[in-house]
């Protein structure tokens, strides 16, 4: 089916190890998100792509890097991952951005930095 | 910081209720979305509502949005177990209309 894969599905890090999110959406979508969702609470934008070719910072960049590989795919990079940074981990995407489209979410990543 | 904010942040119902949520927002917006997550999901896009509507049907949702007052509400009509979710609205704003910021959600529970 159509939609948004992410790659892997549960990590479990030592703190200081490095790991990359994968994210590919097949819709053709212009933009594309990585979102963090802590227990009981919403999701923070850390960083995303409006279009192929650019990315921005969203509320909670620090830590973590992107790269917009191409039209379909949108990495997520932790460096040197750090307690702080167990959370859930979703990739969307969207024809355009901003609230003009839904957003298409992928089924998340958990993970847990011990 | 949290553009939208949910209330309640937690609903119980009986099964056949309707059921009633609200979002409020700080900055002006283009548009507003609701989304749902079942437990351990993704979220699913539900209804989206322009900021130059003020309300809008899908099924057994009902939106409704005033801006003037800067929110939105979620009314679920004849409430079923499968409504068993958290909600969350999500919006854009004029100073930065490239992304969607979400609130923290409320979390339904229908009681069979």
């Known amino acids: 089916n159509a939609g948004v894969t992410q790659t892997p599905k549960f990590q479990v890090l030592k703190t200081g190890q490095s790991m990359t999110l994968q994210c590919a959406q097949d819709?053709?979508?212009?933009?594309m998100y990585w979102y963090r969702q802590d227990p009981g609470m919403g999701l923070r934008l850390i960083y995303y792509?409006?279009?192929?070719?650019?990315?921005d910072k969203g509320e909670v960049p620090n830590g973590y890097n992107v790269s917009r590989l191409n039209k379909r795919e949108f990495s997520l990079r932790l460096e040197s991952a750090a307690p702080s940074q167990t959370s859930v981990y979703f990739c969307?995407?969207?024809?355009?951005?901003?609230?003009?489209?839904?957003?298409?979410f992928g089924s998340g990543t958990r993970l847990t930095v011990v | 910081s949290q553009q939208g904010e949910e209330d309640p942040q937690a609903l119980s119902i009986q099964e056949g209720e309707n059921a009633t949520m609200n979002c409020s927002y700080k900055?002006?917006?283009?548009?507003l979305q609701w989304y749902r997550q079942n437990s351990g999901r993704g979220l699913v896009h539900l209804i989206l509502?322009?900021?130059?509507?003020r309300e809008k049907h899908s099924g057994r949702l009902r939106v409704t949005l005033d801006t003037s007052k800067k929110s939105s509400s979620l009314l679920i009509t004849a409430s079923r177990a499968a409504d068993t979710a958290s909600y969350f609205c999500a919006t854009d704003s004029y100073s930065s209309a490239s992304k969607i910021i979400f609130g923290s959600g409320t979390r339904l529970s229908i009681r069979p």
């Open positions: 509502i322009r900021s130059n509507e």
């Open positions: 969307a995407s969207s024809e355009s951005g901003g609230a003009s489209y839904g957003y298409t």
């Open positions: 792509s409006a279009s192929e070719g650019t990315t």
């Open positions: 900055t002006s917006i283009n548009n």
């Open positions: 819709m053709n979508h212009n933009s």
